[in-house]
Antibody, heavy 117, light 107 residues
Framework: EVQLVQSGVEMKKPGESLKISCQSSGYNFATCWIGWVRQMPGKGLEWMGIINPGGSDIRYSPPFQGQVTMSADKSTSTAYLKWRSLKASDTAIYYC??????????WGQGTLVTVSS | DIQMTQSPSSLSASVGDRVTITCRASQGINNYLAWYQQKPGKVPNLLIYAASTLQSGVPSRFSGSGSGTDFTLTISSLQPEDVATYYCQNYNSAPYTFGQGTKLEIK
């Protein structure tokens, strides 16, 4: 069974850094990309970007370029999403998902990030 | 970037009704379109890819059609468990943008 398991709930203060993870299992990690999606409270899905399994090719959606950093580690089948300095507006659920042919399937369970002073 | 526009933003229908949701792309995307269902408080789930191919395990009352810029998701006979928000997604070219969502409720 293909599974993407994300790291747990995070509560942070503005200005703090954060790195969340998404570990894949049940398939050859090297064969598909990982996409990241943001869902702010009560809002819709926003495409953040996509990273290849080796981490050498990353395509950020313009609103997220420079705001987050995506990375991937083939040796552990894990993708990461990192912030250098969180803002309250980063409060959201962040989903990772496998992207083999363009569509997202399956999805991770989501990581809730809350940024509040 | 390609913009995806769904209509309506919300709708209410009765059990057994035929429901249609529309998604329009700001430029042609061939058939590189997916539909997702997100039930309240749950993770989004893939329903359809390549505009009309039903994902394994998805009930046959769901269907998709379209190509180019205009696409539809149809539920042939609405069931109570179909209460959810539905999203279309372009994957013709990055960024793989989503529509704003259509919230479906039971009347």
């Amino acid at each position: 069974e293909v599974q993407l398991v994300q790291s747990g709930v995070e509560m942070k203060k503005p200005g703090e850094s954060l790195k969340i993870s998404c570990q894949s299992s049940g398939y050859n990690f090297a064969t598909c990309w990982i996409g990241w999606v943001r869902q702010m409270p009560g809002k819709g899905l926003e495409w953040m970007g996509i990273i290849n399994p080796g981490g050498s090719d990353i395509r950020y959606s313009p609103p997220f370029q420079g705001q987050v950093t995506m990375s991937a580690d083939k040796s552990t089948s894990t993708a990461y999403l990192k912030w250098r300095s969180l803002k309250a507006s980063d409060t959201a659920i962040y989903y990772c998902a496998r992207v083999c042919s363009g569509w997202l399937d399956p999805w991770g369970q989501g990581t809730l990030v809350t940024v509040s002073s | 970037d390609i913009q995806m526009t769904q209509s309506p933003s919300s709708l209410s229908a009765s059990v057994g009704d035929r429901v249609t949701i529309t998604c329009r792309a700001s430029q042609g995307i061939n058939n590189y379109l997916a539909w997702y269902q997100q039930k309240p408080g749950k993770v989004p789930n893939l329903l359809i890819y390549a505009a009309s191919t039903l994902q394994s395990g998805v009930p046959s009352r769901f269907s998709g059609s379209g190509s180019g810029t205009d696409f539809t998701l149809t539920i042939s006979s609405l069931q109570p468990e179909d209460v959810a928000t539905y999203y279309c997604q372009n994957y013709n070219s990055a960024p793989y943008t989503f529509g704003q969502g259509t919230k479906l409720e039971i009347k």
